[in-house]
């Protein structure tokens, strides 16, 4: 039998930073793929001459021999043959398992059903605004591992339930739960399952901050210390709806009005972020100027043309029920009419009924695509709701059926794997048609 390896499961994305940081502290690694052929694994197997690397299944072999199982976000480790590996006393982690035993400065951790990496990158921003050289990455932008080695201050990592899932010693400084609501059903039992995910981002830490008008984010085990936000009159950073001014115990902070983000739901994700910066330590005046000039993430509730009266706005990020709520009620509350939502794509399991009294009460027309669009149309039998064969079919559905004061908006409450390559092949093809159908109007 060979020496003893670490075995890498999965070779997208997170596996090859898994593999380069392996390789780089000269520890013996294999890898496989359950595809058979995972995309770009000609390039893959160039880039790391010398591993051996297995596709299309789980070989049994590997997996007996491996000392350890490193396991990507993709595969769930509840599959047969990693459970089977697990029981047995096999360990087995994911990539910001390997990361937090190697991170010796601070980390920030989030995660929630949305909102996720616009927090990650603007409290990135607002901690480089007050000097500290601050890293941002995780489950979207770089990779967790790939940012070591950077001479970095302080770690502001994006986190998945998936990720948690196989991480175990993360003892962030600072940990927040964003917002929970149905996600990724296909993966969990039921969505006490998937609140027990996000929960063990909070496991270790030192502050954990909290959304106090969403229950499933209090911490469920003890913690040092905690902030909490949202618009209840307890938190410690609230959003006053009446005035649109968010503040902190009590003291005016800053208008709404002043911030580049718009709507009710990116006040909230500033609060979140100012709570995270004071647990850091953060100067609370810098912090107040940087939030100010955040433009946002692209793809994410961003307005891209306006037309005849008709705001267009691009949410392509917007990947589930919750995700398409946030941004029904922060349009919808900004507008003088209604909205035309195109919305569809893989349900991934999700419960749609949670739509159906926000779209009655913003929603002028539903414009519906791609695999789950019957589903979802179910879900919104209070509009009128029509079916479109591709995108562009949608955006010009979507243009006759908008009025003056109206906005359309793109937010799909699904995965979009069923029509394009991820959320930002579908957000750019929704920006192409866009254009196409306004400048041929």
Same mark, same amino acid.
């Given at each position: 039998?060979?020496? %003893? ?31 058979? !052929? ?13 591993? @051996? ?7 049994? !072999? ?11 976000? /993709? ?16 360990? =087995? ?11 010796? !400065? ?85 969505? /006490? ?56 115990? /009590? ?84 507008? @003088? ?19 159906? $009294? ?7 027309? %539903? =414009? ?9 149309? $179910? ?18 559905? $979507?243009?006759?059926?908008? !009025?003056?004061?109206?906005? =359309?908006?793109?937010? @799909? ?29």
């Amino acid at each position: 039998m060979s020496a %003893a390896f670490d075995l890498v499961i999965g070779v997208g994305v997170t596996g090859q930073s898994c593999l380069r940081y392996l390789l780089a502290q000269e520890e013996p690694v294999r890898a496989m793929d359950t595809r058979a !052929e995972p995309p770009g694994i000609a390039a893959i197997r160039q880039q790391f001459t010398g591993v @051996p690397i297995h596709t299309g299944g789980l070989r049994e !072999e590997w997996l007996n021999e491996a000392r350890r199982l490193i396991v990507s976000p /993709g595969v769930p480790v509840s599959t047969v043959e990693i459970a089977r590996q697990a029981a047995a006393g096999k360990e =087995v982690i994911g990539d910001i398992e390997l990361f937090a035993r190697a991170a010796s !400065e601070p980390v920030a951790a989030i995660t929630g059903s949305n909102a996720k990496s616009t927090v990650t990158a603007l409290l990135g921003e607002v901690a480089r605004s007050t000097g500290l050289r601050a890293l941002a990455g995780g489950n979207l932008g770089t990779p967790a591992l790939d940012l070591l080695g950077q001479e970095a201050e302080l770690y502001v990592i994006e986190l998945s339930s998936f990720q948690l899932e196989t991480t175990f010693s993360l003892s962030a400084q600072v940990a927040c739960i964003l917002n929970m609501s149905q996600d990724h059903m296909d993966r969990y039992a039921g969505f /006490g399952d998937y609140v027990a995910a996000k929960q063990r981002v909070y496991d270790g830490c030192e502050v954990a901050v909290w959304n106090i008008d969403d229950e499933a984010t209090r911490p469920q085990g003890p913690v040092p210390a905690q902030i909490t936000f949202g618009v209840h009159a307890d938190a410690d950073y609230r959003l006053d709806v009446q005035r649109g001014v968010l503040m902190r115990r /009590g003291e005016d902070l800053l208008a709404a009005s002043a911030l580049k983000l718009r709507g009710h739901h990116n006040a909230l994700n500033v609060l979140a972020v100012l709570a995270m910066a004071e647990a850091l330590g953060l100067e609370c005046q810098v912090c107040l100027r940087a939030v100010q000039e955040f433009a946002g993430l692209p793809h994410r509730c961003v307005l891209i043309a306006e037309h005849r009266g008709v705001q267009w706005f691009n949410d392509s990020k917007g990947t589930n029920v919750g995700a398409t709520l946030a941004a029904l009620a922060g349009i919808g509350s900004a507008i @003088p009419g209604k909205i035309v939502l195109i919305a569809g794509g893989q349900g991934k399991g999700q419960d749609f009924s949670a739509l159906t $009294a926000a779209a009655k009460d913003n929603v002028r027309a %539903a =414009v519906l695509i791609g695999e789950d669009a019957r589903m979802l149309g $179910a879900a919104l039998a209070d509009v009128s709701c029509h079916y479109a064969e591709d995108m562009a079919d949608a955006v010009r559905r $979507a243009s006759l059926l908008a !009025e003056a004061g109206d906005a =359309v908006l793109l937010s @799909p409450a699904c995965a979009s794997f069923d029509m394009f390559t991820g959320y930002v092949d579908r957000g750019d093809t929704f920006v192409k048609c866009v254009t196409e159908v306004l400048h041929g109007a």
